[in-house]
């Protein structure tokens, strides 16, 4: 079976939340990633020492990928990750399986995709939404296993070696609930012949049991798991500004906001290609007593692809995505304050009125 079109395209991807310096590693790479040595792969920004040695690989006896050749844009507006995997004829996964039968054991070729997912969150940062992060497979979607040959390698041929490469196709990833990806995947054998295809893989990084993450608004011992260029702590991360723009605005905002939900419809910044805050680095406002004086420091990311550099007449950033982020963030700093808290029967809208920007 050879598969010649690539699945579906993907809907839009997550921007990443640390700009990545790889795209190819090696196998001394992978197990730098199974023993939690996240700098020595993608540089010190991505190490997060919170975490220890949760957000990894597994040992290096069931590391399932050899090289990772490409995470890069693929056909069209394809987002693909390869990689390729050698398995020898006195591999234990052989010995270990059936009796007089060697071949490799379906679970590992899919833990081999699911390896290569970790690789993908990792490499994009996702896992600074937490300050105690841990991978679990994404369950709201039915995932497809379709199996068309065996992956066996002959052992009256000495030293022979059958090698796998693994395709996959970035179908989705997001931030809400909590930051995941969706991937089709392919893999074949030198020849091209297909022999495992998964559909609806999909992996997430999410909290560990018992730890918060509804921000601690005024606390200057909270910790979102984020931390700034120059490793000053980020009061509310791209997690928390997801979920204050199309969310859980307890999550966004903290635990007080849990009075918004089905019923009541709380204020909200905007969402999705519109949304122009990633972070907020400081505030010195306390909430329920707004003043004058009160400070937001905030931070937007505008990447080399986003939609209005394609669409704007000149190459640089539009002159509105500036004047609203400088909004959004007027907003994000008035209703942070917790004025709307004090009437937790009514509903709210947000409006601007006007003010002063200085463009430097």
């Known amino acids: ?65 050899d090289r990772v050749t490409k995470m890069g844009s693929g056909q069209g507006e394809h987002y693909v990750v390869e990689a390729e995997k050698s ?5 234990w996964y052989y010995n270990a399986h059936f009796v007089d039968d060697p071949v490799v ?8 995709a699911t390896q290569l997912l970790k690789v993908y969150l990792i490499a994009n940062g996702m896992h600074h939404c937490f300050a ?65 295809r998964l559909h609806n893989l999909g992996l997430q990084v999410v909290e560990k049991p018992g730890v918060s993450i509804e921000p601690r608004f005024g606390d200057p011992n909270w910790f979102s798991g984020r931390k700034t260029k120059d490793g000053e702590k980020v009061v509310l991360n791209e997690l928390s500004m997801h979920h204050a723009a199309k969310g859980e605005l307890r999550i966004g905002l903290g635990p007080e906001f849990a009075i918004y939900g089905e019923k009541l419809r709380g204020p909200h910044i905007p969402n999705g290609c519109f949304q122009f805050v990633d972070r907020c680095l400081e505030t010195t406002g306390k909430r329920g007593d ?41 907003i994000l700093n008035g209703y942070a304050l917790g004025p709307t808290l004090k009437y937790p029967d009514r509903e709210y809208s947000i409006r601007n009125l006007d003010g002063t920007a200085v463009y430097l």
């Open 87 to 91: 398995f020898d004829a006195t591999g």
């Open 132 to 196: 105690d992060g841990v991978f679990e497979p994404v369950t709201d979607r039915a995932m497809q296993i379709t199996a068309r040959s065996h992956i066996t390698v002959p052992r009256d041929i000495p030293g022979a070696v059958k090698r796998v490469h693994y395709k996959l196709y970035i179908q989705e990833s997001g931030l809400l609930p909590r930051p995941y990806v969706v991937a089709d995947v392919i893999v074949y054998d030198d020849e091209g012949k297909a022999l495992v």
């Open 105 to 112: 054991p379906g679970s590992l070729v899919a833990e081999g």
């Open 290 to 330: 707004i003043k004058v004086g009160d400070v937001m420091d905030t931070e937007y990311d505008a990447v080399a692809d986003s939609w209005y550099f394609k669409e704007n007449s000149h190459p640089h950033i539009p002159n509105f995505v500036v004047l609203e982020s400088a909004l959004q963030a007027a």
């Open 1 to 65: 079976v050879l598969i010649k079109n690539p699945p579906a395209a993907p809907l839009e991807l997550v921007k990443p939340l640390l700009p990545r310096s790889r795209d190819t590693l090696e196998k001394s790479d992978l197990v730098a990633l199974s023993e939690g040595r996240i700098a020595d792969v993608f540089g010190p920004r991505f190490q997060h020492p919170e975490s220890g040695t949760s957000i990894a690989l597994p040992p290096e006896m069931l590391l399932m990928v």
